[in-house]
């Protein structure tokens, strides 16, 4: 077999694969023509007609079969072969007939021009047959002289290049009647525009990548992002002056400008979509440069279709209304709001505010009370702030229950803002109290970004809900410098993790008056690349926040029982091993089966773990609580309250819950060395007495606050001065040092 290409023979050796990528690459740069014929010199006088020849800006490149058969393999491959030059000898017509009737149904090849070549007039096949297998011209080899020859290929070759264009232009018209019908059933009118998107995207047949703009405005340059996708998403609901500068932005500007179709010289195209003197949408679509898919025919049809569709629906002022309305609470929405604020500051304005207003406990109350409480609960709560504002400030709804105010500082003040509501709201009589929190920032005098305010405000408004509920909180540079280290420090521990650079260290626990060994807690700890350590209480908050802690705290549960499992394999166990668990842990679904796994894998039984859980816990459900902790415990496990007094102030979960132990804070046991400083962590150990839970006291660092500890009748104690925390290689150490030294101490209470 002999393949040949752009005039130049190959030899017969190219595997099929190869002459498959060979033919994919020629069919986007030439014309392909197939010669069969069984003479060589044939399709060597083929060549020497037609080589160089150049026909409608592409070569031609020639692929040559010298049977029936290897036409055929050729044939099921070939997906744009345009001609195909067929012998057709007096002793096997039939069998060349039969070769056609396989170009057309078999290999589906409807637009391929066939030419027969014949040795004599009467081996040509009757007009039935010609018409029927859409046969494109016949010559006996007399006739084809050089001048004849290429005659015949530039006819046929024209003749499959409309066909192509034909077909072409029908899936591009079927596809965008198919859109309109699509168009016609959305239902939003952002979905409208990211429709458009699709749509355009798979007409031109490229990757979903682009922006639809509308406008917002009577300039005809005030635009605002609809819908995008690709590297865009990120500007969404942004007005099109905060879109990064790029070709991508001028070709929407002079798309919009024009009202017309803008090309790009690199690539990109921008479609300009409606009518003159009416709103309109621009889009911009990637495309990349030498993009043979730009039918600009096409292109033209489907922008008057859709302009048409717009107009006559009267979308585009539905466009505008729903891109800047809240339909819920009858309030502008985000976009608008963003857009004001930047309006606003963009000039640089002095004695304005930007506040956020959030309502405390939303989430749960949706949970609680249902979506359409939670509705009403919105609507109620957007009337009060409206009712306590007056017309001159703007309010918006900018996400599930968070409110944002604009105004100058003397018809706005964030106090007001929370007092607002002083009764309890009356949702479908049921009365419900709400509270509100709200951080806020002064607009600065030089021009800042809209959405950086906006950014700005929503970090004062997470820093109030952390640690001033029900309060209000101004926005403060030491606040961004934090929010950009804790983003920091998020990425760096993902990446620590990855490292294996985190690790569990163990600090012994005691019984105070008889030294004996009775529990372990297990201590995360991480040391950098550079050998210095990250704190816990930097790291830890940032793992809750980040949904980090969930696997994290599953590699520490697990860590704790093998280390476990191997004390007691060396017979240096203690009582039990505590593992600190965090409230984002213990409300995950699978968080039981877990505990239960980890024991299991290690060998180990419920009496050998202890849970320990903060205050925070009182914020969770409690019927969730009660019964996750009460499952816990009934496979033995132990439950300790942890840093007990520094956190939530009601004691009423200490009775409702099913606990064991409770520890006094540090902070606390550390006043035990100054005078008349005792009386807080007497009446925990007080306290712990009355509901018959043990009690623990962290932070022990001395001698004289052991003794005031064994005073006030606590049993049980850890800290530097018993043992500062090690890994397990010491561990096993210190334990062995720690027996032998205890069998030469007196019990001392």
């Known amino acids: 077999m002999l393949f040949e290409t752009e005039g130049r023979w ?54 040559h079969a010298f049977s029936d058969d290897e036409a055929r393999l050729l044939l099921l491959r070939a997906h744009d072969l345009a001609m195909v030059i067929l012998d057709v000898g007096a002793e096997q017509a039939s069998s060349e007939l039969d070769l056609v009737d396989f170009i057309r149904h078999s290999a589906g090849l409807r637009n391929t021009r066939i030419v027969l070549r014949t040795s004599q007039p009467g081996q040509v096949p009757d ?61 939003g009118d952002c979905e409208f525009a990211s429709a458009v998107l699709t749509q355009i995207s798979a007409l031109l047949k490229v990757e979903r990548e682009g922006m639809v703009c509308a406008q917002r405005g009577e300039s005809q340059r005030d635009y605002y992002v609809m819908a995008a996708s690709g590297k865009f998403s990120e500007f969404v609901d942004l007005p099109l002056d905060l879109v990064t500068p790029g070709p991508e932005l001028d070709l929407l500007l ?33 495309v990349p440069r030498d993009h043979h898919g730009l039918d600009r025919q096409v292109l033209d049809v489907l922008r008057a279709n859709f302009g048409t569709l717009l ?53 749960a109350t949706n949970d609680v009370m249902g979506h359409r409480f ?57 009365p419900h109290k709400v509270s509100l929190t709200c951080g806020y920032v002064l607009l600065p005098e030089e021009p800042r970004a809209g959405a950086d305010l906006v950014k700005d405000a929503t970090i004062a408004l997470k820093r109030a809900k952390r640690d001033y509920r029900g309060q209000e909180l101004q926005y403060a540079d030491l606040m961004g410098t934090e929010a950009r280290a804790r983003a920091l420090l998020r990425s760096e521990l993902r990446e620590a993790i990855e490292n294996k650079q985190l690790f569990l260290v163990y600090q012994p626990q005691l019984n105070l008056c008889s030294h004996t060994l009775v529990g372990l807690e297990a201590l995360l700890r991480w040391r950098k690349g550079d050998g210095s350590f990250v704190p816990p209480d930097q790291f830890i908050p940032v793992a809750e926040h980040s949904g980090l802690i969930v696997g994290l705290g599953e590699w520490v549960l697990n860590t704790a029982c093998a280390t476990m499992r191997e004390l007691l394999n060396a017979g240096t166990a203690p009582q039990r091993m505590a593992v600190n668990v965090s409230t984002v842990q213990l409300q995950d679904s699978g968080f039981f089966d877990l505990v239960c796994a980890a024991l299991a894998t290690n060998g180990l039984q419920g009496l050998h773990l202890e849970l320990e859980i903060t205050e925070s816990v009182a914020a969770l459900p409690t019927q969730f609580l009660e019964q996750t ?9 132990s ?27 540090r902070s606390f046991v550390r006043q035990l060395s100054e005078p008349r400083s005792a009386r807080i962590a007497e009446m925990v150990a007080q306290l712990g007495r009355k509901l018959g839970l043990s009690v623990l006291a962290e932070g022990i660092e001395d001698a004289t606050v052991w003794n005031a500890l064994v005073g006030m009748d606590c049993q049980e104690g850890q ?26 101490v007196p019990k001392s209470c």
């Open 629 to 637: 902790l009460s499952a816990l415990r009934a496979q033995g496990i």
């Open 311 to 363: 107009h006559n629906r009267g979308l585009l002022s539905r466009l505008h209304e729903s891109a800047y309305h809240d339909p819920l609470v009858n309030l502008p929405n985000r976009a608008h709001f963003v857009h004001e604020v930047n309006e606003c500051a963009r000039h640089g304005t002095n004695g304005h505010i930007l506040a956020l207003v959030d309502i405390d406990d939303f989430s």
């Open 374 to 430: 939670g509705d009403r609960l919105l609507e109620k709560v957007a009337r009060c702030l409206e009712a306590s504002l007056p017309p001159s400030v703007l309010l918006a709804r900018l996400g599930a229950d968070t409110f944002g105010v604009l105004g100058s500082v003397r018809h706005v003040q964030p106090r007001q803002l929370l007092e607002c509501i002083r009764h309890p709201l009356n949702i479908d009589g049921v």
């Open 127 to 187: 007009l039935e047959t010609l018409l029927r297998y859409d046969i494109n011209d016949y010559r006996t080899k007399a006739e084809l002289t050089r001048d004849r020859l290429l005659a015949m290929v530039v006819t046929a070759i024209r003749s499959y290049k409309q066909l192509c264009a034909v077909d072409a232009s029908r899936s591009s018209l079927e596809l965008i009647v198919r859109s309109s019908a699509s168009l016609l059933e959305t239902k």
């Open 10 to 63: 190959t030899d017969g050796g190219l595997t099929t694969h190869e002459a498959a990528r060979q033919d994919e690459r020629n069919s986007r740069t030439s014309w392909r023509i197939l010669v069969v014929d069984g003479d060589p010199d044939v399709h060597t006088a083929t060549l020497s007609a037609l080589e160089g020849q150049t026909l409608f800006g592409r070569p031609l490149a020639f692929t």
């Open 719 to 744: 800290g530097y001065h018993i043992a500062m925390p090690m890994e397990a290689h010491a561990l096993v150490a210190w334990v062995q040092r720690h027996m032998e030294r205890r069998a030469l």
């Open 639 to 665: 439950i300790a309250i942890d840093d007990f007094g520094t956190g939530y102030s009601s004691l009423s979960y200490l009775e409702r819950l099913p606990l064991d132990r409770i520890k006094i804070d």
């Open 254 to 286: 002079k798309s919009a400008e024009s009202k017309s179709n803008i090309y790009g010289k690199d690539g990109g195209l921008a479609l300009h979509i409606g009518h003159k003197d009416e709103q309109d949408l621009v889009v911009f679509i990637h």
